[in-house]
């Protein structure tokens, strides 16, 4: 990696890998929707940010993880591209 772009490299790079780890951090959090939406095992939570969850059924908070890994992993493509077309630039 040159500093010839400002440091441009370096910030994808970082950008990228962090999004895969939050990526993989969802998906985690998904396994186990998934895994509690086929075992009838509410999930309960206490913070007041997600208490709304509580009221939905698991199918829903499965879906919920899933789309928001599919967003995460979109933008880690994204990211990821961007840090391959400046180290090839």
């Known amino acids: 990696m040159t500093n010839k772009d400002g440091g441009d490299t370096e910030l994808a790079f970082i950008g990228a890998l962090s999004l895969w780890l ?3 951090l969802f998906s985690w959090v998904a396994s186990h929707f998934y895994y509690a939406w086929q ?3 509410p ?3 206490t913070s ?3 208490r709304f969850m509580n ?3 698991a199918s829903i908070q499965f879906a919920i993880s899933v789309s928001v890994v599919a967003f995460f992993t979109y933008e880690a493509v ?3 591209v961007k840090f391959v077309k400046l180290l090839r630039g």
Do not use: D, Y
Request: hydrophobic fraction near 40%.
């Open 55 to 57: 009221l939905l059924p």
């Open 48 to 50: 007041r940010g997600l």
């Open 78 to 80: 994204k990211q990821s």
């Open 39 to 41: 075992s009838n095992e």
């Open 22 to 24: 939050l990526v993989s």
């Open 43 to 45: 999930i309960e939570f």
